[in-house]
């Protein structure tokens, strides 16, 4: 068996530009690198993926998720409960950026700073094109309701050191699938 490492999350990006008109969206109209911080900030579709605890093997560097969620994360609203805050309390709470984007390949291929980068446009179901925050739970594109959350002072470091198997047992593929415009009904998880 491989040697897993817990890693942590957040990003950001940048994507080809064509000419667009000044009435099209900002998303595109804008390279990432060219959005203010309220543009970037409002692409964030709420998915919650890339709040999942992720295991890398150390070998092969490949990364996988579980279903498991950081303590910070309110599987209800799908939002950090402390957004501004959190990287004080999880250190390896990563801040995406334009750069940082392209160079994580494990950012789910839903989420809206993956797709702009690689020169896709936001789904249909984005709450930036809905207009509702809820949108996104609706197209099952959020892990709403299919994630637990780690308990206040549950130590990651401790279960991978203690309870391996308990911790690949948690490992998932889901976070890994796109998701259609269409979105996608559970029952086809
Ligand atoms: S769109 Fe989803 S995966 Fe991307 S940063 Fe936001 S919550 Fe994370
Ligand atoms: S600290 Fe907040 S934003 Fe960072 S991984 Fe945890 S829940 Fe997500």
Same mark, same amino acid.
């Given at each position: 068996?491989?040697?897993?490492?817990?890693?942590?999350?957040?990003?950001?990006?940048?994507?080809?530009?064509? $000419? %667009?008109?000044?009435?099209?969206?900002?998303?595109?109209?804008?390279?990432?690198?060219?959005?203010? !911080?309220?543009?970037?900030?409002?692409?964030?579709?709420?998915?919650?993926?890339? #709040?999942?605890?992720?295991?890398?093997?150390?070998?092969?560097?490949?990364?996988?998720?579980?279903?498991?969620?950081?303590?910070?994360?309110?599987?209800?609203? #799908?939002?950090?409960?402390?957004?501004?805050?959190? &990287?004080?309390?999880?250190?390896?709470?990563? &801040?995406?950026?334009?750069?940082? !984007?392209? &160079?994580?390949?494990?950012?789910?291929?839903?989420?809206?700073?993956?797709?702009?980068?690689?020169?896709?446009?936001?789904? $249909?179901?984005?709450?930036?094109?809905?207009?509702?925050?809820?949108?996104?739970?609706? $197209?099952?594109?959020? !892990?709403?309701?299919?994630?637990?959350?780690?308990?206040?002072?549950?130590?990651? !470091?401790? %279960?991978?050191?203690?309870?391996?198997?308990?911790?690949?047992?948690?490992?998932?593929?889901?976070?890994?699938?796109?998701?259609?415009?269409?979105?996608?009904?559970?029952? &086809?998880?």
């Amino acid at each position: 068996m491989h040697a897993f490492n817990a890693i942590g999350r957040r990003l950001g990006a940048r994507r080809a530009m064509t $000419a %667009m008109s000044e009435d099209a969206p900002f998303w595109k109209r804008k390279s990432l690198a060219e959005m203010t !911080v309220e543009e970037w900030e409002s692409l964030c579709d709420g998915c919650g993926r890339c #709040c999942l605890v992720k295991l890398e093997d150390e070998d092969t560097e490949r990364v996988v998720y579980t279903d498991l969620a950081c303590h910070m994360f309110d599987g209800e609203s #799908c939002r950090c409960r402390d957004y501004p805050n959190r &990287q004080r309390e999880v250190p390896d709470c990563l &801040q995406l950026t334009p750069e940082s !984007v392209p &160079q994580l390949g494990w950012l789910p291929p839903s989420c809206a700073y993956r797709r702009l980068a690689e020169g896709r446009d936001l789904p $249909a179901w984005h709450p930036l094109i809905t207009g509702d925050p809820d949108s996104v739970h609706r $197209a099952g594109a959020s !892990v709403r309701g299919r994630i637990e959350p780690l308990a206040d002072g549950f130590s990651l !470091v401790e %279960m991978a050191e203690n309870d391996m198997d308990s911790l690949m047992d948690r490992i998932t593929d889901w976070p890994e699938a796109d998701v259609p415009d269409e979105g996608t009904p559970r029952d &086809q998880d």
